[in-house]
């Protein structure tokens, strides 16, 4: 079907394209991926792929032009101009003007950036807001308990992911998963013109001052971080002496833990939420985007590891990556899972939207599962042990 027939059948299926010469399709659309209830897509927008997905209500282009391939977009999503690739949008989540998303990007509902944020291998979980000029790649995010309560990257922030020796086993975790999903923790705030240099673990509660680059984990929760003038000086370097640290290797096996969790999480509680506002595409999206990530901290982390010459750790390391490369396996206490979800079921069945279920779940059921989702991340800590 050629381009211009496919924008006539978008257009018959009810979605507003108000300029229609100045849109582009690709050929491996899949017309029925687009909804027909309130999609509009405006001037200088560019769709192919054939994973690509468009919900209800989403509004693309409406600041310039965008670029669409391969992304699911959920419910009510404005991706207001830009680039993005292989990423998911749930619901309320918005992309302001000159955005630039790559793979393994995710943002869970009402998550938001301001103007000209480039993301790559980021996940943002619910209400998490990005200023404007940023760089926040390999980052996974959570905090706070809704949009007036939310963690918050200020402008002009930098998360640095790529090291002199050209490795990026960096990816840094500004909260965590098991308690991030309950959206019931204090909000991180990391201050504008600052940076993070990565693999950092970050506490929730802590605030970053404006101009601070954070160079260590802040493990401690409420804390505020002031940073000063770097100290001055010249010492010999080596390029590609790579020497051993712990805490890189340490800090990616809790990130991919975390991961782990995540996808425990989307495979057994987010599952039974598919419904209009949550299509069971989106769901897919998060698992194949998910497992994208993944893919790429294993990559990552072996070359770093393959980079420090020892035979040893790499066989260790080869061990355990190739334990975790089957990814439907079930992880963690399964009682405690099994416990979790048979006391989320009439929650569900009261407020059946995701985040107002999640929100009402008294303390000691969201205790149970953070218990649960806390057991898949130690046991993949606990089977990377040679980074201990």
């Given at each position: 079907?050629?381009?211009?027939?496919?924008i006539?059948?978008?257009?018959?299926?009810?979605?507003?394209?108000?300029c229609?010469?100045?849109?582009?399709?690709?050929p491996?659309?899949?017309?029925?991926r687009?909804?027909?209830?309130?999609?509009?897509?405006?001037?200088?927008?560019?769709?192919?792929?054939?994973?690509?997905?468009?919900?209800?209500?989403?509004?693309?282009?409406?600041?310039?032009?965008?670029?669409?391939?391969?992304?699911?977009?959920?419910?009510?999503?404005?991706?207001?101009?830009?680039?993005?690739?292989?990423?998911?949008?749930?619901?309320?989540?918005?992309?302001?003007?000159?955005?630039?998303?790559?793979?393994?990007?995710?943002?869970?509902?009402?998550?938001?950036?301001?103007?000209?944020?480039?993301?790559?291998?980021?996940?943002?979980?619910?209400?998490?807001?990005?200023?404007?000029?940023?760089?926040?790649?390999d980052?996974?995010?959570?905090?706070?308990?809704s949009?007036?309560?939310?963690?918050?990257?200020?402008?002009?922030?930098?998360?640095?992911?790529?090291?002199?020796?050209?490795?990026?086993a960096?990816?840094?975790?500004l909260?965590?998963?098991?308690?991030?999903?309950?959206?019931?923790?204090?909000?991180?705030?990391?201050?504008?013109?600052?940076?993070?240099?990565?693999?950092?673990?970050?506490?929730?509660?802590?605030?970053?001052?404006?101009?601070?680059?954070?160079?260590?984990?802040?493990?401690?929760?409420?804390?505020?971080?002031i940073?000063g003038?770097?100290?001055?000086?010249?010492?010999?370097?080596?390029?590609?002496?790579?020497?051993?640290?712990?805490?890189?290797?340490?800090?990616?096996?809790?990130?991919?833990?975390?991961?782990?969790?995540?996808?425990?999480?989307?495979?057994?509680?987010?599952?039974?939420?598919?419904?209009?506002?949550?299509?069971?595409?989106?769901?897919?999206?998060?698992?194949?985007?998910?497992?994208?990530?993944?893919?790429?901290?294993?990559?990552?982390?072996?070359?770093?590891?393959?980079?420090?010459?020892?035979?040893?750790?790499a066989?260790?390391?080869?061990?355990?990556?190739?334990?975790?490369?089957?990814?439907?396996?079930?992880?963690?206490?399964?009682?405690?899972?099994?416990?979790?979800?048979h006391?989320?079921?009439?929650?569900?069945?009261?407020?059946?939207?995701?985040?107002?279920?999640?929100?009402?779940?008294?303390?000691?059921?969201?205790?149970i599962?953070?218990?649960?989702?806390?057991?898949?991340?130690?046991?993949?800590?606990?089977?990377?042990?040679?980074?201990?």
């Amino acid at each position: 079907m050629g381009a211009q027939k496919l924008i006539e059948k978008l257009i018959q299926r009810g979605v507003a394209i108000p300029c229609p010469q100045s849109v582009e399709v690709g050929p491996n659309i899949i017309p029925e991926r687009i909804s027909g209830c309130g999609v509009r897509i405006h001037s200088g927008c560019r769709l192919s792929g054939k994973s690509t997905f468009i919900a209800a209500g989403v509004r693309i282009a409406t600041e310039g032009p965008v670029s669409v391939d391969n992304c699911y977009i959920g419910p009510g999503v404005a991706l207001k101009s830009g680039h993005f690739e292989n990423a998911v949008f749930l619901e309320g989540a918005s992309l302001g003007y000159g955005s630039h998303v790559r793979e393994g990007t995710i943002l869970e509902e009402q998550a938001s950036t301001a103007h000209c944020v480039g993301l790559k291998q980021t996940i943002l979980m619910p209400f998490v807001t990005l200023g404007s000029l940023i760089n926040f790649c390999d980052c996974l995010m959570a905090g706070g308990t809704s949009r007036k309560d939310h963690s918050e990257v200020g402008s002009s922030f930098i998360h640095f992911n790529f090291t002199p020796n050209q490795d990026k086993a960096t990816p840094s975790l500004l909260g965590d998963v098991p308690n991030g999903v309950m959206m019931n923790q204090r909000p991180i705030f990391m201050g504008g013109q600052g940076g993070l240099v990565g693999p950092c673990r970050i506490a929730y509660g802590t605030v970053s001052a404006a101009g601070t680059i954070v160079r260590k984990d802040q493990l401690k929760p409420d804390h505020l971080i002031i940073g000063g003038a770097g100290k001055g000086g010249s010492i010999p370097w080596k390029a590609g002496a790579i020497s051993v640290s712990k805490r890189i290797i340490k800090n990616n096996i809790i990130y991919i833990g975390n991961l782990f969790a995540l996808r425990e999480w989307y495979r057994h509680v987010r599952r039974i939420f598919i419904s209009e506002r949550f299509p069971e595409p989106l769901w897919q999206g998060l698992i194949a985007t998910l497992d994208l990530g993944l893919d790429e901290r294993f990559k990552r982390l072996r070359a770093y590891i393959n980079g420090l010459g020892g035979s040893t750790l790499a066989d260790q390391y080869r061990v355990f990556e190739q334990q975790y490369h089957k990814r439907d396996q079930d992880l963690g206490d399964l009682k405690l899972r099994d416990q979790f979800m048979h006391q989320l079921e009439p929650f569900k069945s009261q407020h059946d939207d995701y985040i107002e279920t999640i929100k009402a779940l008294p303390y000691e059921t969201a205790q149970i599962g953070i218990l649960w989702l806390q057991g898949v991340v130690d046991k993949v800590v606990s089977d990377g042990g040679f980074a201990s």
